[in-house]
């Protein structure tokens, strides 16, 4: 009896840590509730043991030497360890606005065959249907198995697993973000009411300009739980901040890895000091001026895009950021990843939704990764925070 175990919910989070997709619970274990729900919320599965362990490969001597060999030259990487992961197929994925965002959302997901049906809705008669109709066409060629249709009512996100709500207007040279509020205040309300009554159990991902004020308005207007409402916008951040230092550095984006948080707008606070150029600092490579142009280049990325296109905003990389989010909520990516989310405390700000690095699972939010961030970004951080706040309340 000495050696049965209680297992708890710390050890169900060492286990994520680790990238395990299992856990092994020997006879006599003793599972506490908390861990079990842990579990399920991380994903991982509970197995009863023991488990038979597989057989040692044996490799004759001169292969081994050899592989030893190669690995000390100073040409070889070693390759990234590819853990199988039990990837969730969505049931529904409703998407309201079939415009640029959500019509290129549909496409992605559709090629990547990652919901049974995707629902496209729009105000705009014939917009959504025709979205849906093109883009089954194309399945004869993708050989996708999602069913598309569309429509211009609400109730048709009835039963999502993931709803994502890009409509809105968008802006137009000239115009901030936030000069977007009174008008996409109201499209937010009703689709928060729709969702509430007919897809009471979905995620809400939110697209819509001003990101993080309309996810605030979503969380109101729907009463969700902080878990289940998340704002689309550091991802799109981070990746034109990796792009734009992967350009400054001449190396490939694959080489970044960089990560902005705050808001999504000009209070946008990119993390130059945890910023890394194939795995060492970004200052090893880039000066500072360099660096913070880059930053810069960040911030106004969306706005070089509106001023470009004259009549619209950016559609393929928020397509492909909110793409993203969903592959995390359905385990097909793991680690943390930038969300907007409302904090309870976490990095001393409470009440306010804010761009953060999350942990995202069947559930929508898991964690929040607490950064260590020096005290000028954290200060920035509280400023975004502030600026939120002013602007909600004018």
């Known amino acids: 009896m000495s050696s049965r175990r209680v297992i708890g919910s710390e050890h169900i989070e060492e286990a994520f840590r680790k990238g395990r997709l299992t856990l092994e619970i020997l006879p ?6 908390l861990a079990k729900e842990s579990a399920q919320n991380r994903g991982i599965k509970l197995v009863d043991g023991p488990i038979e362990k597989p057989a040692v490969r044996k490799t004759d001597g001169g292969t081994a030497l050899y592989r030893g060999l190669t690995r000390r030259s100073p040409k070889w990487v070693a ?5 199988p992961r039990n990837v969730r197929r969505l049931s529904k994925l409703a998407l309201i606005g079939a415009g640029g965002v959500g019509g290129n959302i549909a496409h992605l997901a559709a090629n990547a065959d990652m919901a049974d049906e995707i629902v496209l809705i729009d ?3 014939g917009m959504a249907e025709s979205t849906a109709l093109d883009l089954m066409h194309a399945s004869g060629i993708t050989r996708s198995k999602t069913r598309l ?3 211009t009512d609400l109730a048709l996100v009835a039963d999502a697993d993931v709803v994502v709500v890009t ?3 968008a802006r137009s040279p000239g115009m901030t973000r936030a000069d977007l509020i009174s008008i996409n205040r109201r499209v937010i309300r009703s689709a928060a009411e729709a969702i509430k009554i007919h897809a009471p159990n979905a995620i809400v991902i939110v697209v819509t300009n001003p990101l993080d004020e309309m996810t605030t308005e979503m969380l109101a207007a729907t009463e969700f739980p902080r878990e289940r409402v998340l704002g689309m916008a550091g991802t799109l951040d981070s990746s034109r901040f990796r792009n734009a230092l992967a350009e ?4 490939y984006p694959n080489d970044v890895e960089a990560i902005t948080l705050g808001s999504h707008g000009d209070e946008m606070v990119p993390i130059t000091s945890l910023a890394k150029i194939k795995g060492r600092s970004v200052s090893a490579f880039l000066s500072d001026e360099v660096i913070q142009d880059c930053a ?9 895009v509106v001023a470009l296109k004259k009549t619209g905003s950016a559609t393929l990389a928020p397509a492909h950021s909110s793409i993203e989010l969903i592959d995390h909520i359905r385990g ?15 990095y001393g700000i409470n009440g306010l939704v804010l761009g953060v690095s999350c942990h995202l699972g069947k559930s929508g939010l898991v964690a929040i990764d607490q950064l260590k961030l020096t005290a000028e970004e954290t200060s920035a951080l509280h400023a975004a925070a502030d600026a939120i706040r002013q602007r909600l309340a004018g």
């Open 248 to 251: 400054a550095a001449g190396v």
């Open 79 to 83: 390759p990234k360890s590819s853990t």
């Open 28 to 33: 006599g274990d003793i599972v506490t509730a």
């Open 332 to 346: 097909a990516r793991t680690g943390s990843v930038p969300v907007s989310v409302e904090l309870q405390g976490e």
């Open 296 to 304: 810069q280049k960040a911030i106004h990325g969306g706005g070089a």
């Open 149 to 151: 249709y569309g429509g």
């Open 123 to 125: 105000i705009v008669p």
């Open 167 to 169: 409509a809105g207007k």
